[in-house]
């Protein structure tokens, strides 16, 4: 299944780029697993609250697009 309607998207220097997986299973592996570390680190804020803030904030946008980049290094190093 795609990721409905609330896909999220950073544009940068005229070039937009979706942020994070396709789909909606994909997305619960990455937050699942990146989720309880950033809780931990950022102990004033949630994951849940960057992904909402995401929506509007560009430099939101590039820590959420981060946190997905090791998600996906963490997957790839799981089944590669």
């Known amino acids: 299944m795609k990721h409905a309607g609330d ?3 950073m544009a940068s220097n005229g070039i937009v780029q979706p ?3 396709e789909t909606d299973e994909e997305w619960a592996i990455f ?3 990146v989720r ?3 809780d ?3 102990p004033d804020d949630t994951f849940d ?3 909402r803030r995401a929506r509007f904030s560009k430099e939101d946008q590039g820590i959420l697009r ?3 980049a ?3 290094q963490r997957v790839a190093a799981a089944t590669g």
């Open 36 to 38: 309880d570390e950033y």
């Open 40 to 42: 931990r680190l950022h």
């Open 70 to 72: 090791i998600a996906a």
């Open 7 to 9: 896909k999220l998207y």
């Open 31 to 33: 937050i699942s697993l």
């Open 19 to 21: 942020i994070g997986p």
């Open 66 to 68: 981060d946190w997905m």
């Open 49 to 51: 609250d960057l992904k």
